[in-house]
C-alpha cells in the first residue's frame, strides 16, 4: 500500500509538554507524526494543508463520555442525579435498542470531531453498535459497557460476559483506534461481587476500568451507610484501586481519599459542566493537581452537559477552581491544555502513543483557526487563547491516526446532514415508546 503522506505548513505548535517555539512544518506518514522542522519541502507529501493563522495541537483527549446519550440532549433538565437517571434517563433507556446508540454515537462523533475530540473513554450500553459508529467516524476510542447489577446474581454474571464479549469482538479493531476496558457503572449500581470479578479480570486481561466514583452527597452517605466506609476507602478495601482505573466526577473527597487515590496512582476524569447542571458539588481540582495526582477532563453524557465541546469544558474548569478557591492562580490555562490532552491520554494508558505533538507519535492532531473575532489579537501565551478565548468552533482541522475527518470545518469520513435528521426521527420515535 502506498504511504499517506501529509505535510502541515507554518504550523504554530502548542504542546502540553516540551513546547516547540516558532512556525514549523509537520509531516505526517501513514497514522504517526514522521517528521518536525522548520522547513520540509513539498514533494515529500501527497497532500499539503497550510496552517498559516493557525494553531496545532494534540487531538483532545475526552475521558468521560456516554456517547449514545447525544440523543438525549435537553431531554430532562435540571435536575439533580438521582431524579434525572431514576426517573428520567434509566425510563428511557430501557427502550434503547442498537440502532438507536448506533444513531447517538454518530451524533456524537460528528459534534466530537467538530470541536476538535480525536480521543474518547465512553461507558454505556450496545457497545458494538458504538464501535461501529467509531470505526466509520475515524476517531479513537476506549469504550466500556456499563455494569449494573444491583446484587442480582444472575444479572452479574450476563453483565461481565457483555463486557467480556465486547472485549474479544472490538478490543484492537478499527486499525487499533478501539480499545476496551471494564465500565463498572459505580460503588452504588454494581455489587461487591462484581466489582471483586471485575479487578481479577482486569489483572488477567490487561484492560482498565472506567467506573463513576463519588459523584454527589447521596453517593457518599449510602456508600457509607451500607459499608461504612466513603466510596474511595471502600473501593481500595476491595481491592478494586489501581493505575488502571479512571474515575469520573469524584467530587466528594476527603483527605484520606486523596492520600488513596495518590498511593493507588488512580486516574481522575474531572467533569465540571455535569457537576456544575446536576448541582453535584465542585471537585477538589486544584487539591489534586497540588498532590501529583492525574486529573484529565471528561464532558459526562450530552444530556446532562449539554454538549461536548471539550474546549468549554477545560475553561469551565478552570474558571470553577478559581472561584472555589478564590485563587486565580489555580488550574492555569497551560495545566488545562495538559489536563485536554497528555493527561488524558495517561490516564487512559495510551501516553506512548498520543496526547503530545512528537515525533513517532499517532498522528492526532487538531489546528485551530485564530483568524476569527474571538482569537484576535493573537497571544504570545497560545494556551490562553485556546482556553479561555476559543471554543469548539473555531476547530478548523482534525486529525486522527493519520486520517483527515474534518478541513476547513468540512467533515470527511461522516455526513452530518444525514445524521442530523435521522437523530431527529430516532429520539422522536423513543419518544413515543415512552
Ligand atoms: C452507563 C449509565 O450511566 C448513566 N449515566 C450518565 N450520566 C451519569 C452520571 N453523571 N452519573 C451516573 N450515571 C450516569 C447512563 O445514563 C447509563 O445508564
Ligand atoms: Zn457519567
Redesign the pocket.
Given at each position: 500500500m502506498a504511504d499517506n503522506t501529509i505535510l502541515i505548513k507554518n504550523a504554530l505548535i502548542l504542546n502540553p509538554e516540551n513546547n516547540i517555539e516558532g512556525k514549523k512544518d509537520l509531516l505526517i506518514k501513514n497514522d504517526l507524526i514522521d517528521e518536525i522542522a522548520d522547513e520540509i519541502p513539498e514533494d515529500k507529501a501527497d497532500k499539503i494543508i497550510d496552517a498559516t493563522d493557525k494553531i496545532l495541537l494534540p487531538g483532545l483527549v475526552n475521558t468521560h463520555t456516554?456517547l449514545s446519550?447525544t440523543l438525549f440532549r435537553g431531554l430532562a433538565d435540571d435536575l439533580a442525579?438521582d431524579e434525572?437517571?431514576n426517573e428520567n434517563?434509566?425510563p428511557v433507556?430501557a427502550n434503547l435498542n442498537g440502532y438507536y446508540c448506533y444513531i447517538g454515537a454518530l451524533l456524537g462523533a460528528v459534534e466530537l470531531i467538530k470541536s476538535g475530540t480525536t480521543t474518547f473513554s465512553d461507558?454505556?450500553?450496545y457497545m458494538e453498535d458504538v464501535a461501529k459508529a467509531v470505526d466509520e467516524s475515524g476517531l479513537r476510542a476506549v469504550l466500556s459497557y456499563?455494569m449494573?447489577d444491583f446484587g442480582d446474581e444472575e444479572k452479574r454474571k450476563a453483565e461481565i460476559e457483555e463486557n467480556m464479549n465486547l472485549f474479544k469482538n472490538c478490543n484492537d479493531t478499527a486499525d487499533g483506534r478501539i480499545k476496551v476496558f471494564f465500565?463498572p457503572?459505580?460503588p452504588y449500581?454494581a455489587s461487591e461481587e462484581l466489582l471483586k470479578e471485575v479487578r481479577r479480570l482486569a489483572d488477567e486481561t490487561g484492560i482498565g476500568i472506567h467506573i463513576?466514583v463519588s459523584?454527589t452527597q447521596k453517593e457518599i452517605d449510602d456508600v457509607s451507610a451500607e459499608k461504612g466506609l466513603r466510596p474511595f476507602e471502600y473501593l481500595d478495601s476491595i481491592g478494586l484501586l489501581g493505575p488502571d482505573v479512571v474515575c469520573?466526577?469524584s467530587v466528594w473527597l476527603s483527605d484520606r481519599e486523596i492520600e488513596i487515590i495518590k498511593e493507588k496512582d488512580v486516574k481522575i476524569s474531572h467533569?465540571p459542566c455535569?457537576n456544575m447542571k446536576?448541582a453535584?458539588g465542585i471537585a477538589p481540582v486544584s487539591k489534586l493537581l497540588e498532590n501529583d495526582i492525574c486529573v484529565a477532563i471528561g464532558t459526562?453524557?450530552a444530556?446532562?452537559n449539554n454538549n461536548l465541546d471539550l474546549i468549554e469544558e477545560l475553561k469551565t474548569a478552570s474558571l470553577l477552581q478559581k472561584v472555589a478557591t478564590l485563587d486565580p492562580k489555580v488550574l492555569t490555562s497551560d495545566e488545562a491544555v495538559a489536563m485536554g490532552t497528555i493527561n488524558g491520554a495517561r490516564a487512559l494508558g495510551l501516553d506512548d502513543e498520543i496526547g503530545t505533538v512528537e515525533v513517532g507519535k499517532k498522528a492526532d492532531l487538531i489546528l485551530i483557526d485564530t483568524n476569527c473575532a474571538n482569537m484576535v489579537p493573537d497571544s504570545s501565551n497560545l494556551s490562553s487563547n485556546i482556553i479561555y478565548a476559543a471554543n469548539g468552533s473555531n476547530v478548523d482541522t482534525t486529525i486522527c491516526n493519520g486520517q483527515i475527518l474534518m478541513e476547513n470545518k468540512e467533515l470527511t469520513t461522516l455526513d452530518e446532514q444525514e445524521i442530523y435528521q435521522k437523530a431527529r426521527e430516532a429520539i422522536d420515535q423513543l419518544k413515543k415508546a415512552i
Amino acid at each position: 500500500m502506498a504511504d499517506n503522506t501529509i505535510l502541515i505548513k507554518n504550523a504554530l505548535i502548542l504542546n502540553p509538554e516540551n513546547n516547540i517555539e516558532g512556525k514549523k512544518d509537520l509531516l505526517i506518514k501513514n497514522d504517526l507524526i514522521d517528521e518536525i522542522a522548520d522547513e520540509i519541502p513539498e514533494d515529500k507529501a501527497d497532500k499539503i494543508i497550510d496552517a498559516t493563522d493557525k494553531i496545532l495541537l494534540p487531538g483532545l483527549v475526552n475521558t468521560h463520555t456516554h456517547l449514545s446519550m447525544t440523543l438525549f440532549r435537553g431531554l430532562a433538565d435540571d435536575l439533580a442525579l438521582d431524579e434525572w437517571l431514576n426517573e428520567n434517563i434509566w425510563p428511557v433507556e430501557a427502550n434503547l435498542n442498537g440502532y438507536y446508540c448506533y444513531i447517538g454515537a454518530l451524533l456524537g462523533a460528528v459534534e466530537l470531531i467538530k470541536s476538535g475530540t480525536t480521543t474518547f473513554s465512553d461507558m454505556y450500553f450496545y457497545m458494538e453498535d458504538v464501535a461501529k459508529a467509531v470505526d466509520e467516524s475515524g476517531l479513537r476510542a476506549v469504550l466500556s459497557y456499563g455494569m449494573i447489577d444491583f446484587g442480582d446474581e444472575e444479572k452479574r454474571k450476563a453483565e461481565i460476559e457483555e463486557n467480556m464479549n465486547l472485549f474479544k469482538n472490538c478490543n484492537d479493531t478499527a486499525d487499533g483506534r478501539i480499545k476496551v476496558f471494564f465500565g463498572p457503572h459505580s460503588p452504588y449500581t454494581a455489587s461487591e461481587e462484581l466489582l471483586k470479578e471485575v479487578r481479577r479480570l482486569a489483572d488477567e486481561t490487561g484492560i482498565g476500568i472506567h467506573i463513576h466514583v463519588s459523584e454527589t452527597q447521596k453517593e457518599i452517605d449510602d456508600v457509607s451507610a451500607e459499608k461504612g466506609l466513603r466510596p474511595f476507602e471502600y473501593l481500595d478495601s476491595i481491592g478494586l484501586l489501581g493505575p488502571d482505573v479512571v474515575c469520573a466526577h469524584s467530587v466528594w473527597l476527603s483527605d484520606r481519599e486523596i492520600e488513596i487515590i495518590k498511593e493507588k496512582d488512580v486516574k481522575i476524569s474531572h467533569n465540571p459542566c455535569s457537576n456544575m447542571k446536576l448541582a453535584s458539588g465542585i471537585a477538589p481540582v486544584s487539591k489534586l493537581l497540588e498532590n501529583d495526582i492525574c486529573v484529565a477532563i471528561g464532558t459526562d453524557g450530552a444530556s446532562s452537559n449539554n454538549n461536548l465541546d471539550l474546549i468549554e469544558e477545560l475553561k469551565t474548569a478552570s474558571l470553577l477552581q478559581k472561584v472555589a478557591t478564590l485563587d486565580p492562580k489555580v488550574l492555569t490555562s497551560d495545566e488545562a491544555v495538559a489536563m485536554g490532552t497528555i493527561n488524558g491520554a495517561r490516564a487512559l494508558g495510551l501516553d506512548d502513543e498520543i496526547g503530545t505533538v512528537e515525533v513517532g507519535k499517532k498522528a492526532d492532531l487538531i489546528l485551530i483557526d485564530t483568524n476569527c473575532a474571538n482569537m484576535v489579537p493573537d497571544s504570545s501565551n497560545l494556551s490562553s487563547n485556546i482556553i479561555y478565548a476559543a471554543n469548539g468552533s473555531n476547530v478548523d482541522t482534525t486529525i486522527c491516526n493519520g486520517q483527515i475527518l474534518m478541513e476547513n470545518k468540512e467533515l470527511t469520513t461522516l455526513d452530518e446532514q444525514e445524521i442530523y435528521q435521522k437523530a431527529r426521527e430516532a429520539i422522536d420515535q423513543l419518544k413515543k415508546a415512552i
